[in-house]
């Protein structure tokens, strides 16, 4: 009888728990990381404030040009950069800093965790990317992008414990310039867009691919400060939220 009631017990323990481990299991959308802070978005303000993101550098042919742009036009961006490629163009990183730009993790090799990942995993790509940017220029980076925009909870559980903020960018504001749309493209999906606070996603390493995110640049940077637009960082951005 002692046994039954064991049993009894342990099912009823079971039956109680299952709900909040299909909770933890579930899928979370943008409101409850956004809710939590987690992971940013886009920041709400009433100042005319934009953050140019690029993703994939440094680029030996890419990157200066983007730089030389980003000068004429007295703009400044988040460079969300690969481990392996600082390593391999360390001095593009310092040129980057020297001119007012912030540096992000966008891990190590380019690592996808759109498939589930151990914690141990994603923190080795976070890391490595870390320790190489610090390597060349002593300054540990505050923000993570995941390549792709690929989050589970475990990555923001994993990525938020190392002192991390995830910035994703604009769901309005992805011109895809990756696949080389076409110079037009990119430049209306970003001024037919842009709104205050707005993350706009870019990159400054494609590969095989032409100079579409270049000759975009050249007709999006002066119609943004036409608009009145200040270009500024991703932190810079989020210190904006609610004004």
Request: charged share 25%; hydrophobic share 40%.
């Amino acid at each position: 009888m002692k046994r039954n009631f064991v049993r009894i017990v342990a099912a009823c323990l079971l039956l109680f728990a299952i709900p909040t481990l299909l909770a933890m299991d579930a899928p979370r959308d943008r409101a409850y990381y956004e809710k939590r802070g987690d992971i940013v978005w886009e920041v709400r303000t009433n100042s005319k404030v934009i953050a140019l993101t690029f993703d994939d550098g440094p680029d030996p042919f890419q990157t200066p040009q983007i730089l030389d742009l980003l000068k004429q036009y007295e703009a400044k961006a988040t460079f969300f950069v690969v481990g392996n490629r600082v390593n391999k163009f360390p001095d593009i990183l310092k040129r980057e800093i020297a001119e007012g730009h912030e540096i992000a993790n966008h891990t190590f090799y380019h690592a996808y965790f759109n498939q589930k990942q151990p914690a141990s995993k994603i923190e080795q790509e976070l890391l490595l990317a870390q320790e190489a940017i610090m390597k060349i220029c002593n300054i540990r980076p505050i923000l993570f992008r995941p390549p792709g925009g690929y989050y589970n909870e475990t990555l923001v559980n994993t990525v938020r414990k190392n002192g991390y903020n995830i910035v994703l960018w604009s769901w309005h504001q992805d011109p895809q310039d990756w696949r080389s749309p076409g110079v037009d493209f990119i430049v209306n999906k970003v001024l037919n867009n842009a709104r205050n606070g707005d993350i706009v996603l870019l990159h400054d390493h494609v590969e095989r691919r032409g100079t579409n995110t270049i000759e975009a640049l050249k007709k999006i940077l002066p119609e943004l400060k036409n608009r009145g637009y200040q270009l500024v960082t991703v932190s810079e951005l989020m210190t904006y939220k609610g004004k």
